[in-house]
């Protein structure tokens, strides 16, 4: 079941991507910007082999820009089968493979899934468990276990973790997530998302209610804070 699908560059990983929405979420994130991905009533059925064909149309692109695919959502460990039949079809092109995730199904990932992946993008959305309940309706530690495989298995990973003022965004909370991407080898890289409204709107058209309305993004300073916590572990962070 997929959702919808884009080219974009400088994000979701290196290079030019197409990145592609997978229909379907069990996390219920306070931030979503994209809520009209949580059902997987959203998305419609594509066979591999389409998505397949569009990817190769894309691969001189790709070779170019040193991009790739990635997968993302929603939940793309949510449909591991046609993850995997992906992956391993991008691989056999020579396209760069990336997955963007919460980690909470990591479970669900084989090992042969995970070796045609060259990085993970994983979203750690909170530090204290208790937190991240609050903010995902879930628990912390599968995503946790789910890095520290990725380690194992010597697979690159971005952590990503999205500032949120009032509910994520405390020193406290963000301290153990530096301590664990500075305790993963494969970590190559954090990225501090900043909150921003622009999902506000799909809330609505989901028929959803948003608890963030009263929510401002972060200033500046409080970004480049947040970095430098990061960075005095010895991450690279943008
Ligand atoms: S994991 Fe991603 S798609 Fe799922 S609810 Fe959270 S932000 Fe939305």
């Known amino acids: 079941m997929v959702h919808s699908w884009e080219l974009v560059t400088a994000v979701d990983g290196p290079g030019t991507r197409m990145t592609t929405f997978l229909a379907g979420c069990p996390l219920r994130c306070l931030y979503c910007h994209n809520p009209d991905t949580m059902s997987a009533r959203s998305g419609t059925p594509v066979r591999a082999e389409e998505l397949l064909t569009r990817i190769r149309r894309y691969r001189q692109v790709f070779a170019a820009t040193h991009g790739g695919i990635t997968l993302s959502g929603g939940e793309v460990l949510r449909q591991p089968a046609f993850a995997a039949r992906i992956l391993r079809g991008a691989r056999e092109m020579g396209v760069h493979t990336a997955i963007d995730t919460s980690g909470f199904l990591g479970a669900l990932a084989s090992d042969a899934l995970l070796a045609d ?20 309706g879930q628990e912390l530690a599968p995503t946790l276990a789910f890095g520290r495989r990725l380690a194992d298995l010597g697979i690159e990973t971005w952590i990503r973790f999205v500032q949120v003022p009032g509910l994520t965004d405390v020193d406290e909370n963000i301290a153990p997530i530096v301590s664990y991407a500075a305790s993963l080898p494969t970590v190559s890289r954090v990225e501090i998302l900043p909150f921003h409204q622009m999902g506000r709107e799909k809330w609505a058209d989901a028929g959803l209610r948003y608890e963030l309305d009263d929510v401002e993004p972060p200033t500046p300073a409080r970004t480049e804070h947040v970095r430098e916590m990061f960075r005095a572990a010895g991450l690279t962070t943008y």
Request: net charge negative.
């Open 117 to 136: 992946i060259d990085l993970v993008l994983l979203d750690v959305k909170s530090g204290d468990p208790e937190t991240y309940r609050r903010v995902t």
